[in-house]
C-alpha cells in the first residue's frame, strides 16, 4: 500500500503497508491488517497487488461489461492500472473500457472503546465507566455522546458524570436513570492530528437490583479540527449486577458417619480453613451454631470444584455458598458445580 502515488506511477515513494502470503484457491480472499495505516479526508492511496501463477496465465481478476452477465458494470480513468513487471503501469480503461482489477481496501474511522470488557458490581456499590478513543487522525473539536442502559431496572446512571480536562466547554444536557447525553468543545485545541489514547468521558453505574443490562455508547455528532465529520461505530458491553454475599446462618448438625453422607472421602468439623490436594474429597459437618463459614483452598489449581449443600431439613434455610470473589454459586438447600 502506498499513500499520495503519482498519477502514472502507483509505486511511488515507499510502501506503508507490506502483506504476502500464498492462496491454495481462487475467490474473493480478505487480508486482515495489523498495523493501522492513518489516512486523512482526501488523500490519495494504492493498493498493489503482485500475483504469481504456476499453470494459469491470467491471474489477475478483472469487473468488465459482459452481456447478460455483468452489463451494467463500469468504471473510470484514473482508478485501475496494469503492470508487467510493476514499474511501468497503464490504466486499464485504455485497453479494457468501463474495466476495474478486483481489488478493494476497508477503511474506517477511529474505534470508541470502555477502558473495561465487562462489569461487574454489587447492587448499591457504584463503579466508574470511561469511554476512549484509540487514535484521532485529524484531531477532535467537539463531539456530542449519548450513554445508556437496556435495563434501568438493574442499573441506573449517578450524578458522576465526568468530562476530560481537555473538553474546557461541556455540558451535559439531558440526564436520567437509564440515559445521559454529554457535550463537549476543545477550545484549546488540545487533541491535534494523530493524538492516542483519549479520554473521552466518564459516568458511574450503580447496580440496583440483581441481574445483567447492556451499556450503549453512541456519538450522534463527532467532529475533527477542520469540521469533519467523524462517525465511530455505536459500542455496547454488559453489566452485571450481584447482591452483596451474606455470611451462612447457623444450621442444625448434617447426620453422618465419618466419611460424610455420600460415603466418600475423610470427614472433617468446620470452623477453619482447610487443604484439599488435588483428586481428593472431603466432607465437613456442620455443627449447631459453631461456624460462621468454611474456607476451603487447593493445593494446586483448581479445574472442578464441586459444593454440595445437603437436604437438613425446613430450618435450614439461609446459608449461601460463594468463591472467593463473593460471587453467589448457590442458596438455601441446593447443589452448586463450578468449574
Known amino acids: 500500500m502506498y499513500l499520495s502515488p503519482g498519477e502514472e506511477n502507483v509505486t511511488a515513494g515507499s510502501p506503508a503497508l507490506t502483506l504476502s502470503g500464498h492462496m491454495e484457491t481462487p475467490g474473493y480472499h480478505t487480508l486482515p491488517v495489523e498495523d493501522e495505516v492513518l489516512l486523512t479526508k482526501g488523500e490519495d492511496f494504492s493498493v498493489v497487488v503482485r500475483l504469481t ?46 474495466t476495474n482489477v478486483c481489488i478493494k481496501a476497508y477503511a474506517k474511522y477511529p474505534s470508541i472503546s470502555f477502558n473495561c470488557d465487562n462489569v461487574s458490581v454489587k447492587a448499591g456499590s457504584p463503579s466508574n465507566i470511561t469511554v476512549m478513543m484509540g487514535r484521532a487522525p485529524q484531531g477532535i473539536a467537539g463531539y456530542q455522546m449519548q450513554v445508556s442502559l437496556s435495563n434501568p431496572d438493574v442499573a441506573e446512571i449517578t450524578g458522576g458524570v465526568s468530562f476530560p480536562d481537555w473538553a474546557t466547554l461541556n455540558e451535559i444536557s439531558e440526564e436520567q436513570a437509564g440515559t445521559v447525553t454529554m457535550k463537549a468543545v476543545d477550545l484549546g485545541t488540545a487533541i491535534q ?43 455496547t458491553t454488559d453489566i452485571s449486577v450481584h447482591e452483596d454475599v451474606m455470611p451462612p446462618t447457623p444450621t442444625p448438625p448434617v447426620a453422618g458417619g465419618g466419611s460424610g453422607s455420600s460415603g466418600h472421602g475423610s470427614h472433617s468439623d468446620v470452623g477453619a480453613a482447610h487443604d484439599v490436594s488435588a483428586g481428593e474429597s472431603k466432607s465437613f459437618a456442620m455443627k449447631e451454631s459453631s461456624f460462621s463459614q468454611v474456607s476451603i483452598s487447593a493445593k494446586t489449581n483448581i479445574k472442578e470444584m464441586m459444593i454440595v449443600v445437603s437436604d437438613v431439613g425446613d430450618s435450614a434455610g439461609g446459608y449461601r455458598c460463594a468463591n472467593r470473589s463473593g460471587i453467589p454459586l448457590c442458596g438455601g438447600r441446593a447443589s452448586a458445580y463450578q468449574r
Open 193 to 235: 492530528k494523530n493524538a492516542k489514547e483519549i479520554v473521552i468521558g466518564s459516568v458511574t453505574i450503580t447496580g440496583t437490583n440483581e441481574g445483567s443490562t447492556g451499556i450503549t455508547v453512541t456519538m450522534p455528532m463527532m467532529t475533527a479540527d477542520g469540521g469533519d465529520a467523524i462517525v465511530p461505530c455505536d459500542l
Open 53 to 98: 501463477d504456476s499453470w494459469y496465465k491470467y491471474p489477475i481478476a478483472v469487473e468488465a461489461p459482459i452481456r447478460s452477465y455483468s452489463s451494467k458494470a463500469t468504471a473510470h480513468a484514473g482508478e485501475s492500472f496494469i503492470s508487467a513487471d510493476g514499474v511501468k503501469w497503464q490504466d486499464i480503461t485504455k485497453k479494457y473500457p468501463n
